[in-house]
């Protein structure tokens, strides 16, 4: 099985500003386990420039384009470093690969990434995926988004060129509810198998203290995967346990549920 997992910045990093060092070696030890267990991982990943903001002494995320891509720049190294340590402590390799708008619009580019996919795959290598945001400024600078525009697109993208069977968005909330999550009376919607207007009623476009998203970006990405023959599912990142009740094929969070042709 062949899995495109994306982690949002408000997963992976502390209202401080500071890495979530817990929840990246959860996240190392559950993914490593997946793949000991023979299924092949491809992690997308927000959170450099959060990271990035921190460690150039910041007080909150820049507004100003090069300060943002400074900071994306300097985040991405740490982000590696973190990654890199957490996943061979389980015997794991990783590969970095950061993407622009231009690598993906082309059908030679998409090509030429799948063979690159493919190949790391095969050797074992989870590749651990953003935006090259020290260079492109389609997600970071507001009004200009394009293909990728988020990593939860860029997720979708990913899952579409690499073949996955089952992409999985994990995110600060259990799911898409049909109204504001913190209001008792909202309901989690487990299961949706066609992304229509209402649903994007629902959400609002909020993003976190340090990222970009909201979930009205993850019903996006998951209606580009659906329409691929992707199964997409939107989680909790607190609980990397539910990981394995996805791969069980158990109910967690919400699924959106795969139509139209496979792969295309």
């Not at 384009?65 to 015997?91: I, T």
């Not at 200009?144 to 939860?152: C, E, R, S, V």
Request: hydrophobic share 40%.
């Amino acid at each position: 099985m062949r899995y495109v997992f994306k982690v949002g910045t408000s997963t992976l990093i502390r209202e401080s500003g500071l890495p979530d060092l817990r929840t990246l070696d959860r996240l190392a030890r559950v993914l490593s386990d997946m793949r000991s267990a023979g299924n092949e991982i491809v992690l997308v990943s927000s959170g450099a420039i959060g990271v990035g903001t921190k460690k150039l002494g910041m007080a909150s995320r820049p507004t100003e384009l090069r300060y943002k891509q400074a900071a994306a720049a300097v985040g991405q190294c740490e982000l590696m470093h973190l990654y890199d340590k957490s996943f061979s402590e389980y015997g794991q390799t990783v590969a970095q690969i950061l993407l622009t708008d231009e690598d993906v619009e082309n059908e030679l580019g998409r090509e030429n990434l799948a063979r690159t996919f493919d190949s790391l795959l095969e050797l074992g290598v989870i590749p651990v995926v953003n935006e090259n945001d020290s260079v492109s400024s389609a997600e970071i600078e507001t009004g200009h988004l394009k293909t990728l525009g988020d990593n939860d697109s860029l997720s979708a993208v990913v899952a579409g060129f690499c073949g996955a069977d089952r992409l999985v968005i994990m995110t600060d909330i259990d799911g898409l509810y049909d109204g504001n999550p913190k209001d008792p009376a909202s309901r989690l919607i487990t299961r949706v198998d066609n992304v229509t207007s209402e649903l994007y009623s629902y959400v609002g476009g909020e993003a976190s203290k340090w990222g970009t998203g909201g979930m009205a970006s993850k019903i996006k990405a998951a209606e580009y995967a659906t329409a691929r023959g992707i199964d997409t599912y939107v989680i909790s990142g607190a609980n990397m346990d539910a990981i394995y009740d996805i791969a069980d094929g158990k109910s967690v969070g919400t699924l959106f549920t795969a139509g139209g042709k496979k792969h295309d």
